[in-house]
């Protein structure tokens, strides 16, 4: 396909905005480069179809080979939780399953909040000004109104021995739900000279 003219008059191309222009009145290059770009598009979405096959066909067999695996114990494996890596015996190439999931806070995240803020009210003559430009920084939101789920999670990596903090972060613990889980396939080859594995790039920018 080199110009899509569904619902277009005939001898019509329609621009950018919208506007219907007479085929003769188009330039030879704005037709070439229409035409470029049309194959190159269309060639990627058949490549991006073919990758997200791939996909689902590599996590299918990561999860039955790991369902075979628990049957050498008698075991069963609920879900597709976690992480895995798989080797190849001679140690060249090596397949990785990761796991990540997208997590959101409720309305939990303001009572930690409001109780961080009494912390540092208590703590106003003594209060370790890192600590407060650390927890003023992590309730900052973005242009979406959300908290950076990275920052939260820093505040509770600080030892603070004090019953108000630690229900702060008793609150933030129990304000996180899991929104979302998505599922990654990553694929290594050994370098022989290094002993490190590389990845083998599926990311048209990298390759």
């Known amino acids: 396909m080199t110009h899509d ?3 277009l008059p005939r001898g ?18 704005d037709k070439a480069r229409h035409k470029t770009v049309y ?23 990561i999860e039955k ?11 069963k494996v609920g879900g597709k939780k976690g992480n895995v890596t798989l ?19 409720d309305e939990r995240l303001q009572v930690a909040k409001a109780l961080i803020d009494e912390c540092m009210h208590a703590w106003v003559k003594g209060a370790n000004k890192n600590i407060q430009a650390l927890v003023n920084h992590a309730f900052q939101v973005d242009k979406e109104g959300k908290v950076s789920t990275g920052r939260i999670l820093e505040l509770r990596r600080l030892a603070i021995d004090d019953p108000q903090w630690k229900r ?8 996180m739900k899991t ?17 490190e594995y590389v990845a083998i790039p599926l990311d048209v920018t990298t390759a």
């Open 87 to 105: 080797v190849s015996f001679d140690g060249r190439y090596k397949v990785i399953r990761a796991m990540q999931e997208t997590l959101v806070f």
């Open 39 to 61: 194959t190159m598009v269309e060639q990627a979405i058949q490549a991006s179809e073919m990758l997200r096959q791939f996909k689902t066909a590599a996590l299918i067999e």
């Open 12 to 29: 019509f191309w329609q621009d950018a905005n919208g506007a219907l222009i007479p085929e003769a009145k188009i330039k030879a290059i």
């Open 179 to 195: 929104a979302s889980s998505k599922a990654y396939v990553r694929f290594y080859e050994r370098n022989d000279a290094t002993g």
């Open 65 to 75: 080979f790991v369902q075979t695996s628990a049957a050498e114990y008698d075991a």
């Open 5 to 7: 003219a569904t619902a």
């Open 168 to 175: 702060a972060m008793d609150a933030i613990a129990d304000s």
